[in-house]
């Protein structure tokens, strides 16, 4: 993915990428089908999360960056945490949340290479996520904010990633969004409209596959200027 | 599924502008957002199903999840002083009478309480005012002597006036604790000290627990007494919404022959 929004800027402007969404565990099926309807065998757990892998990828590409999450305290989240930690990657805001387990993505391949997932985001740690301290002062160093469009699956969290995108923007800083959406997210009340919000607030868009077409159609029915400036379509894989 | 991004946009904007202002009332809503009383009504108790705001009679308030998503550009004493405030609020009970001090974080108590029939005892004009038009109960403002900004004088009229509440609860911040005592915020008015003798139980408000100043005159603990704190490191354990605001219990060491206890609430 070309860091096409560091155009306008020199090499010696420093640079901070702050995400927010989910971290989740993700266990695979080791063999091919179609859901997870019979007992099967299961590999994992694996780190993950869109957001977690994005900004993961971030660090690893040697870029100052940050996450702002929530986890259980328990051996999944501290799995996250730790593997985030040791890429690069500012902890600082991510809540260990009493009460809640660290949220999870069990994954199936189909033989069309599709996948059906299994999640539990919406009840787990991932609920807590919001702009706590730790968050605000992660936010205030931010000069790029990456929107994740699964991260979008509550009100209070997509009041969330407003406000942090609104505060970044007052600090000059740029926003991109991907949308990455996936079946089994269309029915969350609010995605739709949050997505929507989304693709107006962003300044490089970065959809992907059947989610490229949703945006299109978006974009035709809402006659959307370019507001967006950027937009990168990428393969689905 | 779910609703069109004109109504999600007008949320978010109802969820800020409460968050900002820390009650707003229900028509205020309609004529900022151009809609009728009956969509701000759907929409706040949307906003109170996902635990962002509490109804209160004509109008809406932050819940106390608020922290998690408090206003980036909120100073941390304002953002300290409402967690307090709410910390304070979520301990009462229905028809409690409950004495405040001029304090920030004691003045937001109104603001957050939600338990019926309360009554608050205050000794300044400001205090009065925000409580009257932000809670359902009464609000009894003390009298005596008042400066020309409206902040009392030490004058006995205000400890004569106070004998006549039967205080269940003072709310005082203070500015320093120490093993040896703690000493007062609020410097205005004589009649701290006589609410803190007459209520059942004292809430001692404070933002940090490390703060000393030399010189500052002590009061002695008493067993009524309970400190609540919260600091920067704290608000972490406070935002989880849950709704669960006491994170931990430290029981203070006692001191010697009095025979007492002081519990410390982390907020």
């Known amino acids: 993915m070309a860091s096409s929004f560091l155009m306008d800027q020199t090499a010696d402007t420093p640079r901070c990428i702050v995400t927010i969404g989910e971290i989740v565990v993700e266990i695979m099926a080791e063999t091919q089908g179609v859901g997870f309807l019979e007992p099967l065998a299961l590999r994992g757990p694996y780190p993950s999360g869109a957001p977690a892998i994005f900004i993961d990828q971030v660090a690893k590409l040697g870029g100052d960056c940050g996450m702002i999450s929530a986890v259980g305290h328990d051996d999944f989240g501290t799995l996250n945490i730790e593997r985030l930690k040791r890429d690069g990657v500012d902890v600082s805001a991510i809540l260990r949340a009493d009460s809640y387990s660290t949220g999870s993505a069990f994954v199936r391949y189909r033989p069309d290479g599709s996948r059906d997932f299994v999640y539990n985001i919406r009840h787990s740690a991932c609920a807590q996520i919001g702009l706590h301290e730790a968050a605000r002062t992660l936010l205030k160093r931010a000069t790029h904010f990456h929107v994740m469009g699964s991260s979008l699956f509550s009100f209070p969290i997509i009041d969330a990633v407003t406000t942090a995108v609104h505060q970044v923007k007052a600090q000059g800083g740029t926003i991109s969004f991907d949308p990455n959406i996936r079946k089994e997210m269309l029915d969350i009340p609010d995605m739709r409209a949050a997505l929507e919000l989304m693709l107006q607030e962003c300044d490089i868009f970065l959809p992907v596959g059947q989610s490229c077409c949703c945006s299109a159609r978006v974009r035709r029915r809402k006659r959307l200027s370019a507001k967006s400036s950027i937009w990168v379509c990428r393969k689905s894989y | 599924m779910g609703v069109n991004s004109a109504t999600l946009k007008r949320r978010l904007g109802i969820v800020d502008a409460v968050r900002r202002a820390g009650f707003v009332r229900t028509e205020a809503l309609a004529d900022q957002f151009s809609v009728s009383m009956v969509t701000i009504r759907s929409d706040l108790a949307y906003l109170q199903s996902q635990n962002l705001v ?138 701290l000290e006589a609410a803190i003798e007459r209520a059942r139980q004292v809430f001692l408000l404070t933002d940090r627990l490390d703060r000393t100043e030399a010189d500052a005159p002590l009061l002695e603990w008493r067993n009524t007494m309970s400190v609540l704190h919260g600091g920067s490191h704290l608000m972490v354990r406070c935002c989880a919404r849950t709704g669960a605001l006491l994170a931990g219990i430290q029981q203070a060491p006692n001191k010697g022959g009095a025979g007492f206890c002081c519990f410390s609430f982390l907020i």
Do not use: M, W
């Open chain 2, 54 to 191: 509490i109804r209160t009679n004509g109008g809406a308030q932050p819940a106390y999840g608020y922290a998690v998503n408090a206003p980036l550009d909120e100073s941390p004493t304002l953002s300290e002083a409402r967690a307090l405030a709410r910390a304070v609020a979520f301990r009462l009970q229905p028809g409690q009478c409950v004495f405040l001090d001029n304090s920030l974080a004691a003045s937001f108590v109104p603001v957050h309480a939600t338990v019926a029939n309360l009554r608050f005892v205050v000794n300044s004009f400001e205090t009065y005012h925000l409580a009257s038009r932000c809670c359902d109960g009464a609000v009894s403002l003390l009298g005596g002597e008042y400066d020309r900004l409206g902040y009392p004088l030490v004058s006995p009229a205000a400890s004569h006036a106070l004998s006549f509440y039967d205080l269940d609860l003072a709310v005082i911040s203070v500015s320093q604790i120490s093993k040896a005592g703690f000493s007062l915020l609020d410097q205005t008015g004589n009649c």
